[in-house]
């Protein structure tokens, strides 16, 4: 099969591989192209460093995982001899002791052409200098007689490379990518991809993997741009899908047809839409038949048995009331309300036995001291290690059910509720699980198994918030209301502001700085909890890293203001000397 002169038909991949499943990447290239073949394509094009999985991380380091990339390439580039589609994929390159993030173009029973990433991202979640060298600045390579470039996912961030396709001879931008979720990001490629279409004046294809992968999910939303900046088609997101692109030459230039337009969820919709699709993938990766998690009548375990029915199905989701004397019987009947809309497997494991005999074993060593924070951990250990004993019994995974308010200020008992293997909620606010909540009792994402309707109860919703330690507790009782912690907590971690900056927004000075506090305090507590899905600009793992050991407080006494005139009167004093 071989492209006319005026016609170049591409299949687009948006796949889902495996990060290590080198043999299963391989499996699936091998289908979507059988698939492409079908479809009539001359080309199927794959994402960023489809044959390895993306992010590989420290993986690319191994000689014995760069070797089986290239045998898999190598194969694939065998069978493209039959006259079939083309292969456009991506895989870690080992040359004269270097390792490249590479694409190459399989054509013919060979390797045909080679191209590395230029631009490697090395902020948030990204280390790939770790990894990876810089390749040259690339010109175009041939493809069944047409000459495209092969930028690599940032190579289009800045101007560099698309400019220097342009200007060799380029017709056409073929962008695969590993780029991941976070609120708004699909804007924010679009707006890079136009601008890099603007000035080349060259069509782009944006062809983004949809992948759970650790804390990570990729949402693919592929799209294809036209000279003119027109959208010519728009794929979905958290979909596997193969979609075909029709490239014809014009007068000016070559053009894409019009495809479909997917309509893509936005905002709270797409948050929730990436929590349900990362625990999905990690469950079904890592290989757990299920999962199990502590349901206690509040709206986080109820958001995140939620979710989990929606990501697995009702019959793959055991939830557990572990009650305690302090366990109202309001949230006992919230809790079987929840289990009873979802359908799920729901038991009742009381733990006043268990915190009894873990209390009377410390008695000698506390004999004398009054009670305090100590017992009210001991409550959520002994549920910590039910859930675990659950989990090693059966081989669901523990769902743990913390929420970003939480884990930033240290709301949480180490080795109690903390316990588990993966945390839907982890990047999300406790004022975000509120509207996700009441977004879920009237919507669910497409491909979600949970049931239609309302699943959460009103009462979860409407109540205020309590972890039920000791008598008549609620969360206010040790933090600022969540409207107010989160709005500081945004200014701390996601925007990096100044305390000074957070108080003239209207905060109290000693609230903020009690914040700070706790959220520096609490590190050594997220450094052990388990991954969770990221949606916002800086998660809590690859995004943000802290010190443990940090004695920093930002006291406020030195503002913009302040340190121009530090800095004007030390550059006065070392002119006069």
Known sequence: MSASSDLLRIALAQLNPTVGDVGGNLVKARAARAEAARLGADAVMFPELFLAGYPPEDLVLKPAFQDACRDACEALAVETADGGPAVLIGLPWAENDTVYNAYAILDNGTVSAVRFK?????????????????????????????????????????????????????????????????????????????????????????????????????????????????????????????????????????????????????????????????????????????VVLGLSGGIDSALCAAMAVDALGAERVHCVMLPYRFTSGESLADASSCAKALGIRYDILPIADAVAGLTDVLRPLFAGLSADITEENLQSRARGTLLMSISNKFGAMVVTTGNKSEMSVGYATLYGDMNGGFNPIKDLYKTQVYRLSALRNRWKPAGALGPDGAVIPENIITKAPTAELRENQTDQDSLPPYDVLDDILVGLVEEELRVAEIVARGHDRATVNKVERLLYLAEYKRRQAPPGVKVTAKNFGRDRRYPITNRFRDTGTIGPQRRSRVMVATSASQADI
């Not at 961030?157 to 017709?171: K, N, P, Q, S, Y």
């Not at 992968?213 to 959208?231: M, R």
């Not at 000016?252 to 929730?272: F, I, N, T």
């Open 118 to 290: 230029v631009d490697l991202p090395n902020y948030g979640v990204f280390d790939e200098k770790r990894v990876f060298a810089a390749g040259p600045l690339p010109g175009p390579a041939t493809l069944r007689g047409v000459r495209v470039g092969l930028p690599i996912c940032e190579d289009i961030w800045g101007e560099d490379v698309v400019e220097c396709i342009a200007d060799t001879g380029g017709e056409i931008l073929l962008v695969p990518n590993g780029s991941p979720y976070a609120r708004d990001k699909l804007d924010v490629r679009f707006n890079i991809a136009a601008a890099r279409v603007a000035e080349s004046g060259l069509p782009l294809v944006y062809l983004n993997q949809v992948c759970g992968q650790d804390e990570l999910t990729f949402d693919g939303a592929s799209f294809v741009l036209n000279g003119d900046g027109a959208l010519a088609l728009q794929m979905p997101a958290f979909q596997e899908v193969i979609s075909l692109a029709t490239f014809e030459r014009t007068d000016l230039g070559w053009r894409c047809s019009p495809g479909e337009k997917a309509v893509l969820d936005e905002g709270d919709q797409a948050d929730y839409a990436a929590c349900v699709f990362g625990l999905r993938d990690y469950v079904r990766k890592n290989g757990f038949p299920g």
